[in-house]
């Protein structure tokens, strides 16, 4: 048995051994992100959408004022109007 080659191969094996890697912190640091215009115009929308009430007080005021007064009249061709855009829309 030759006692250099075991030497050879013990120094092979620790040439092998794993070294500690130091983290690298700024790698961390670089992770960000950036909203773009549009996104931001959305979220700002979004927003104004949602403080907005659903149900508009004062029309609905209005028009219970009307009907209660018997001054409330819609014209038939405008009912009929939004009766075919309203069939045709579904159509589409």
Known sequence: MRIDAINKMNQLYQAT???KIKENNSTK????YE???EGRDYQTA???V???PDI????VADIKNALATGTYNV???EIADKMLSKYFD???
């Open 90 to 92: 579904s159509i589409l």
């Open 46 to 48: 979004k927003a104004a």
């Open 35 to 37: 909203v773009s215009k």
């Open 50 to 52: 949602k403080a907005s």
């Open 17 to 19: 051994k794993p070294k």
């Open 75 to 77: 014209s038939a061709q």
């Open 56 to 59: 508009r007080e004062d029309k």
């Open 29 to 32: 640091d670089k992770e960000k």
